[in-house]
C-alpha cells in the first residue's frame, strides 16, 4: 500500500473524502466508512479498501 502524507487541506487527494457525493459514490460502488466497526464488518465481508485517510500515529 502507497502512503501518501497529507499537509495541505486542500490536497486533491483529499477529493474523494470531501467533494463527492453519496449517490456519486454509491453509483461508483463505493462508500465511506467511518466507525471501526463498520470498516471491519466490511472487511469481513470481502470489501477491500480504495483508500484510507488515517492520522500519522494510526497507521
Known amino acids: ?3 501518501i502524507e497529507i499537509k495541505d487541506k486542500n490536497a486533491s ?3 474523494i473524502f470531501s ?3 453519496e449517490t456519486q459514490l ?3 460502488g463505493m462508500f465511506l ?3 471501526a466497526n463498520v470498516i ?3 472487511l469481513d ?3 477491500e479498501p480504495v483508500s484510507m485517510l488515517v ?3 494510526r497507521i
Do not use: H
Open 33 to 35: 466508512a467511518e466507525s
Open 40 to 42: 471491519i464488518s466490511a
Open 26 to 28: 454509491y453509483n461508483s
Open 45 to 47: 465481508s470481502g470489501f
Open 1 to 3: 500500500m502507497n502512503y
Open 19 to 21: 467533494k463527492a457525493t
Open 13 to 15: 487527494e483529499l477529493d
Open 55 to 57: 492520522e500519522k500515529g
